[in-house]
């Protein structure tokens, strides 16, 4: 089968694949639009294409490589989509509307090598990255479920997004061009475990998506705790790094602090973070953790309420979601764990 995917076809690609099947130049453009403005991947839904060329389509891309599974609701409209990929392997993606808002939460790799101590994504290591197509099919199955397109993309799902950088880059090229999906990068939110040289890549790209940094910790010592040696910065290189990257690219950046009883949520930590968001223009996105059966414990709602109030009264901008257990993104991870436990349960 040819490695060339569909959902990651370049316009000279299929410049290229048309004129070589001895069909003209225009054809290419009428899959463009099937594919980027109708958000179609089966070539025999393409009515205006030959018959012939939709056979030829099919052998020679990669057309839509994976499937959904199972969708799985939580009590506050959360909906998360589990999506079998060809390799039989399963990734899930999470739609998450707010308001008049709707965000898609998608995820980049199998598994993760950070191996957070507290993170279900993270527990196996890291299986495989996904590929371009696989992150752009995760898009196209929120997109047939809502019915349009999101308003904002978090790449907050399973996966350290920058380890996989070059497919992640590829994916947002054919997510942000005006001539592909065309969403605003300004709409794009990609959330790292504060890979530091990830971070100088994103910043090389030099487009405005919104960087969110999971901090969890106001020194190193606490977040040594949380998070393992091999692929963990000094939080006085990742600051340095959020700093070039607001200057670069001009957007403030998000800390992400992920609340865990006893470990990071005392007062003295939260002012010790509103110290350091406000010398470094940060808001704060704070995640009340969601028990996954590990050792560490989600906060009583007081602490968090307290934690919160301190940042705010600092005058920090502090996001928070209070919903329990599985229904916010925080929680990706647990229904592709689920479902390789009951795989290995069998
Ligand atoms: N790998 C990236 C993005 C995926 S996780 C990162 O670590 O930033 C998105 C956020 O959810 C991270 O801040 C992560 O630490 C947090 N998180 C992971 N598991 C969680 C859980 N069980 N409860 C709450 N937050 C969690
Ligand atoms: Fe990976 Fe992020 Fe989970 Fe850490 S929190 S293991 S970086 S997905």
Redesign the pocket.
Known sequence: MSSKALADSTYTDLKDLVSKLGQPAFRAGQIMEWVFKAYELNPDRMLNLPVKLRGELKTRLICASSRLKEISRAGDKTTKLLISLADGEAVEMVIIPARDRVTFCLSTQLG?P???YF?A??AGGLVRNLEAYEIIEQLYHGIAHLGRLPDNIVFMG???ALLNFDKLAAALRIICHADYIGMSPRRITIST?GYVPGIYRLIELGRPFILAV?LHAVDDETRAGL?PEKLRYPIAEILRACDDYETEIGRMVTFEYTLLAGINDSAAAAEKLAAMARKHHAKINLIPYNETGKEFKRPPEIDILNFRDILERAGVTVMLRLEKGGKVAAAC?QLRAQHLKKAIDK
């Open positions: 993760c950070v191996g957070c993170c994504s993270g399973i996966g350290e475990s999971s998070i991870g």
